[in-house]
């Protein structure tokens, strides 16, 4: 018999009575592993490691030496949930010696952290006196021994640090990254990282194989059907979903977890092993895109684990308990996962870890889900059945809100509600300003589901469709025929209303397989988006093709962006024509235009007006060049301003020129979701505007209540007086707010 089985087998006599002391367990693992000293650290309140059993190190030690979590290696581990193993011990730096155990004749060690339901529990640690690294076998064996060791610590009281300390009930305020808008007030619900298994080991690995294999036919189908039953409408879900299935399927992790059973553990505990080794791999890897697909693979491991409870008969606790409109807790979540807990009536979401490119943000999206993301620690600091007040529209999350600021959250939430009520009815009205002038909204979008928002705002088109999101969720670029596929569903939901199709505005080195192999110190001025389509013209023709081939006769109209130079934008235009003679039917009509947002492009303008159909001024990027100033960093944002002197006389400029010449000039850029910018580039004589389809009713609301006509004096006197002082915002605020609009 090999070691881990021989181990598994004595281990499983040694349990058959029920739970066996720490002691002996700890004996047992280092004579079979051939390791003079055996050792497990306990958490204790108030971060606190101390060595609760040992086999070889000094008796006497044992509830004296104590670390703190992050000190010494054990603390080290603790902190980081990650392995050591180390044949020079004393030498690595964070080695802390405690003279009292009599440690010092050991040379090599391996050191595990001992979790349970996502919680650092305590740390196992094996020494031997040769310096050697342990084998793979060692680390394997030592992690199931870890699983088992979890059972022991929870039984005999070690609490995790993190939950302890004080003033866990108080009233904690997070910033986070709105993942989908909205706001919800609810108990809170966490999901964990699954139940610890009940069973760790078996003798039967046949019958535990039989049981993987009928719970992932039972996780598959499950799948299946939620595909085909519960998904939102739009392309997005079931892409993301398929996805999910897929790796659902996926060989791998399945082949590691019948190898963990063939070692002698139940399938709940293999699946759990492999899950928490997925988070582990999650924890260091920075890629976003990596990270989403171990998210997945976790959801898929997660179900298998319901339905390996479900055999038992065993009901899902936190199903049972948990009450329609609570806001669900989780660090990771998958698509599939949010599916369920939204038919469950969950009023809201926060996922420690989700980015809003995440598939679980796209799903919140569009279930109309409120959802938030980036906010690490709230779950620690979290308690379930704590009132959670979720602000998804000003990006904050509230643990156990005062009781003022619950009323006060009741009260936005009916006024939002309210809002929107008052906006839907706008969306028939025509758009015309209280003067007279009228004024054309549309929408930025970038994924097919967010079409449908035509309908629900009545917006006239879509100003910018950004085709980067789709691959971004997607992780790479599709080929001709599936661009086709999408741009043609985009345009068959826009049915008939204009489209604008931006062509990749990837930026710095994401996705892309020719990635400068350096990593770039300013990636937004670097080898992105068009520069990357000219440096690489198969990328962009393809893309072209596509966008010709989906328009399939109907009429086209593409944007070109970060366009720096006359000469760019002609090379670009070369290939859209090149691609256009080759594909049949023709569009009925071939729109050419170009972004505005690099400031080179404004000393080029007349040739330029002569050559595009259309300019659509990016104001995000030309904001962010014309005053130097990171559009992505938060310390930046009081260093730049739209309604600012030097920004409004470019402005002028552009619409002069772009009047001179009867080309139809918009802007696209964040600027004109905001109301107040909105009635300032109208008053310029921008009155086309595309923004996030969330704004398109409030901008609507004021700029159909505003009298452009009175406004633009006082403009223009604010400009003739500006006293050195860039921006005029509180001037031009001042005076909306005098005329009662509501910005
Ligand atoms: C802009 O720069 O204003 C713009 C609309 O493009 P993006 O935000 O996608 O860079
Ligand atoms: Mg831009």
Redesign the pocket.
């Known amino acids: 018999m090999t070691t881990p089985l021989r181990l598994m087998s004595k281990l499983r006599q040694m349990m058959s009575g029920g739970l066996a002391p720490l002691g002996e367990v700890i004996g047992l693992v280092a004579a079979e592993i051939g390791a003079e000293v055996c050792s497990i650290y306990a958490m204790r309140p108030g971060d606190m490691l101390e060595l609760r059993a040992t086999h070889g190190l000094n008796p006497e030690a044992v509830g004296q030496t104590r670390l703190r979590v992050g000190q010494g290696i054990v603390g080290l581990v603790a902190a980081s949930g990650m392995l050591l193993n180390l044949a020079d011990a004393q030498n690595h730096p964070a080695f802390a010696y405690r003279p009292e155990t009599g440690e010092d004749r050991y040379a090599s060690l391996l050191a595990l952290p001992v979790r349970r339901a996502g919680h650092t529990l305590g740390v196992l640690v094996v020494q031997c006196e040769a310096p050697r690294r342990f084998g793979a076998d060692d680390v394997e064996v030592l992690e199931t021994v870890a699983m088992l060791l979890a059972e022991l610590l929870a039984a005999t009281g070690a609490v995790d640090g993190a939950e302890e300390g004080f003033g866990a009930a108080l009233p904690r305020q997070f910033d986070a990254v709105a993942l989908a808008p909205g706001i919800a007030i609810g108990p809170l619900i966490v999901l964990g990282t699954g139940r610890p298994p009940r069973h760790v080991l078996s003798d039967d690995a046949a019958a535990e194989g039989e049981r993987l294999r009928l719970a992932v036919a039972e996780m598959r189908a499950g799948l299946d059907e939620l595909i085909a039953s519960r998904l939102p409408e739009g392309r997005e879900p079931r892409e993301v979903l398929e996805a999910t299935r897929l790796i659902a399927a996926d060989e791998g992790w399945l082949r590691r977890v019948a190898e963990a059973i063939e070692g002698g553990l139940t399938a709940e505990a293999a699946v759990h092993r492999v899950a928490s080794e997925l988070r582990e791999r999650m924890r260091r890897i920075a890629d976003p895109y990596l990270r989403e697909r171990l998210a997945d693979m976790e959801d898929a491991a997660l179900r298998v684990l319901v339905c390996l409870e479900g055999q038992d008969g065993e009901v899902d606790e936190l199903v049972e308990r948990s009450p329609a409109g609570a806001i669900l807790f989780a660090r990771r979540l998958g698509p599939a996962q949010l599916l369920d807990w939204h038919a469950r009536g969950i009023a809201g979401v926060v996922v420690e870890e989700g980015s809003a490119s995440g598939h679980a943000a796209i799903m919140a999206r569009a279930l109309g889900l409120p959802a938030l993301g980036g906010v690490r620690g709230a779950i620690d600091a979290a308690e379930a059945g704590d009132e959670v007040v979720l602000d998804a529209d000003d990006a904050t999350l509230i643990l156990r809100p005062e009781q003022e600021v619950h009323v006060a959250y009741l009260r936005a939430i009916a006024d939002r509600d309210n809002r929107i009520a008052g906006f839907l009815a706008l969306r028939g009205r025509p758009s015309v300003s209280a003067d007279g002038t009228p004024f054309r909204l549309l929408i930025?979008a970038g994924l097919t589901l967010e079409v449908d928002q035509l309908d629900k705002t009545g917006a006239a088109g879509i100003g910018?469709f950004?085709t980067?999101i789709a691959m971004m969720a997607r992780g790479s670029i599709p080929d001709v025929a599936e661009q086709q596929a999408i741009y043609g569903r985009v345009m068959d939901a826009a049915d008939g209303r204009p489209v604008r199709f931006?062509t990749l505005?990837l930026?710095g080195d994401k996705l892309l397989p020719d990635a400068p192999s350096q990593p770039e110190e300013n990636p937004a001025m670097g080898w992105r988006?068009l520069r990357v389509g000219l440096d690489r013209p198969a990328i962009l023709r393809r893309q072209l093709r596509a966008m010709l081939l989906a328009a399939n006769g109907r009429p086209l109209s593409v944007m070109f962006?970060?366009v720096a130079t006359l000469a760019e934008f002609r090379q670009a235009r070369g290939l859209l024509y090149a691609e256009a003679a080759r594909i049949r039917p023709a569009p009925a009509s071939l729109q050419i235009g170009t972004?505005l947002?690099v400031p080179a492009l404004l000393w080029a303008l007349p040739e330029l007006m002569r050559e595009a159909h259309f300019v659509?001024?990016?104001?995000?990027?030309?904001?962010?060049f014309l005053f130097a100033a990171d559009?992505g960093a938060p310390g930046m944002a009081g260093r730049y301003d739209l309604i600012s002197a030097p920004m409004l006389s470019m402005l002028d400029h552009v619409v002069r020129e772009a009047a001179a010449a009867g080309v139809p000039l918009s802007?696209?850029?964040?600027?004109a979701s905001r109301p107040l910018e909105a009635m300032v580039l109208a008053s310029l004589g921008i009155t086309e505007l595309?923004m996030s389809a969330s704004s398109v009713l409030p901008v609507k609301s004021v700029l159909g209540a505003v009298d452009l006509a009175a406004f633009r004096p006082v403009l223009d006197r604010l400009r003739a007086n500006t006293s050195g002082h860039a921006s005029l915002r509180e001037p031009v605020l001042a005076w909306a707010r005098e005329q009662g609009l509501a910005v």
Do not use: T, V
Request: aromatic share 0%; net charge negative.
């Open positions: 930025n910018l950004r980067e931006r505005d930026g988006s962006p970060m972004m947002e659509s001024i990016g104001s995000n990027d030309l904001l962010q559009r802007l696209c850029g964040e600027a595309s």
